[in-house]
Structures are given as structure tokens and as C-alpha cells.
């Protein structure tokens, strides 16, 4: 989408719509999803099975070939994505959904409770799937993959991304 300092990864019918807060300020400068230093969405994906090897930053647009996109909740992109307004949160959160109605994956996976609580008015929100769908398809929470966020290791990442495996079929 022009404008966007980072483009989303997306297409038609994705399996996953991963969904970050917002860019990192190393993202944003190179250009790819995920590129700081010590984030851990590229081997959590892997180690989930949701790709067949590990990817780089760089590689993020070839997430498409695996039936997996990724775009943000807010555009702008922060040194910590604290430096978020609740009103940031709360538009980024109506676009998504105009999004992923528009795009229809099978999937959305929001990555961080605390943004998605804020965002969508879900205070009491659990990691895990939501009961409400957003652009209607089915939402699940997961952790932030930030090397920021100590309270989910790297297996503990891989374990709640792999729930979000297409059914076998």
C-alpha cells in the first residue's frame, strides 16, 4: 500500500496472516518485516512447521510461496512499541479489519496481547484463539516474537505459532 514505510507481505486466500504491532526502526530502515536483531519470528515460524526452512528478513515476501503474509496493526514505526497512542492501536486495529476482509486469509494471528487487547477493546483477552473474528477470519492471539519480550522463550513461540498450522487434509 503506498505510503506504508514498510509493504505488507499479502495476498489472496493466505493459510496465515501474521499481524505485528508496528516496524521496528531496523525494519523499517531495511526494508523487511522482523529485521532486528534478536527477533525471534523467523526461526519460531520455522520451528512451528510453518516454513520448511529458516528464513531471513529478506525473504519475507517469499513467505507468499508458503501460503503466509504479514503485515502491522500501526504503520509507524517506534524504537519499542510502547511509543504507541491507544488511538494508533484503535485505527490500526479498524484498517486490519478492513484488510483481512478484503484478502481473506484463514488465519489472522495478531502478534502481542497487549497491543490486541488496546486495539480491539479486549481487555480480558488470553493468548490463544479469540471467540470474535476480525475481517472474519479466525483470530488467534500469540506472543510478540521481539527479543523485547522475555516472558516467551523461542520453544514456547514455535509451540503457539504451530497452532496455527493449516488442518492436515
Known sequence: MPGKPLRD???PGLD???????????????????????????????RAGLTPRLMAPEEDMDLLDHGLGVTNVVDRPTRTAAELSPEELRAGAAALDDLVARYRPRALAVLGITAYRLGFGRPRAAIGLQPERVGG?????VPN???????????DLARLYGQLRPPAG
Do not use: D, K, M, Y
Request: proline share 10%.
Open 9 to 11: 507481505v499479502i495476498g
Open 145 to 155: 516474537p521481539s527479543g523485547l519480550n522475555a516472558h516467551h522463550q523461542l520453544p
Open 16 to 46: 496465515v496472516l501474521f499481524c505485528g504491532i508496528n516496524p521496528s526502526l531496523r525494519s523499517a530502515e531495511r526494508g523487511h518485516h522482523f529485521a532486528r536483531p534478536g527477533n525471534r519470528f523467523w526461526p519460531a515460524i520455522h
Open 137 to 141: 477470519a479466525a483470530t488467534w492471539v
